[in-house]
């Protein structure tokens, strides 16, 4: 049975002050597994090594590529082959290690400007630190992108304008993902209510250039704590306005709601996995409503 908490929406009255309260760890630490994965943080320098790229462009304008991409964080290593033609980009194209059910994959892109980019997924362990084995595992995804340098490549059909080269570092750039919630429908009840952290509104007037429109910005930022299902997620709110005065509530919105995170917070892998969180702030009044919605398990252990 699929279980979904909607009911939890407050009304809270915003005066500068905020509930601090610690957060719980949760449990001992347990074995992630037996298989070894890639610790979630690094002190280096992360990159892709693309090695031994080979393409030949053929008279019809169709690219035929192949290379070899490497990981330096995640211990991925795989050939890969692709297509591109006239214009047009190869388009996402797996590499050939590719497992989707493990999370353990490779797409790249390669464009008609001759930029490739990289998007790798992979699993990484957390560590002890952290000590709670819900969250001891984690999803990460990672992105690169770079520029190949065209040449003459030598074919037994003769010299063919394409791509050569032996080794090209990209670096990489990683979003792990969020700590899971907790899962246990029970603990709800419990916990009727939320932590707002640190909450910040802001407006002011910005510009100051002659090529620049002076505008309002308003601003809110703030972290939400949830108990009962142990979430820790930041909200923001940003708007702004060549006409509206600073001190007019105006600015924002009082009826439209905004999500936590902000829409292009990328950790949330898979989104599915997560509460579904908005507010809406009345500046007029102070009011802050909170919304937030998530499935949770029974005592039967069922959805």
Request: glycine share 6%.
């Amino acid at each position: 049975m699929k279980k979904t908490l909607a009911g939890l929406i407050t009304l809270l009255c915003w005066q500068y002050a905020s509930a601090s309260s610690p957060i719980a760890t949760g449990q001992d630490a347990s074995d992630p597994g037996s298989k070894a994965y890639p610790p979630c943080v690094h002190t280096g320098y992360l990159k892709y090594l693309v090695r031994n790229w080979r393409g030949v462009t053929h008279n019809d304008t169709t690219e035929i590529f192949d290379f070899e991409l490497q990981a330096n964080f995640s211990g991925y290593a795989s050939p890969c082959h692709g297509v591109r033609s006239g214009d047009a980009s190869s388009g996402w194209t797996p590499c050939e290690v590719h497992d989707d059910d493990a999370f353990f994959t490779a797409f790249f892109d390669f464009s008609s400007n001759d930029y490739i980019t990289i998007n790798h997924t992979f699993v990484c362990d957390r560590g002890e630190v952290e000590t709670d084995p819900h969250n001891r595992l984690a999803k990460v995804i990672s992105t690169g992108d770079g520029r190949l340098q065209i040449g003459l490549v030598d074919t037994p059909e003769g010299q063919y304008t394409g791509t050569e080269g032996d080794n090209m570092t990209i670096a990489a750039y990683t979003s792990i993902a969020h700590r899971l919630p907790k899962v246990d429908c029970s603990a709800a009840s419990s916990h009727a209510e939320w932590d707002v952290r640190d909450f910040v509104y802001s407006a002011e007037l910005r510009g100051g250039s002659p090529w620049v429109i002076p505008a309002t910005v308003a601003n809110i930022n703030y972290d939400l704590y949830n108990g009962a299902n142990e979430y820790l997620i930041n909200c923001q709110a940003v708007n702004s306005s060549i006409i509206t005065p600073a001190d007019d509530p105006a600015l924002l919105d009082p009826d439209e709601p905004w999500p936590c995170p902000i829409s292009w917070r990328d950790d949330l892998i898979p989104p599915e996995a997560y509460p579904v969180t908005d507010f809406k702030f009345d500046r007029s009044s102070n009011k802050l409503t909170i919304e937030q919605e998530w499935e949770c398990e029974g005592d039967d252990g069922n959805e």
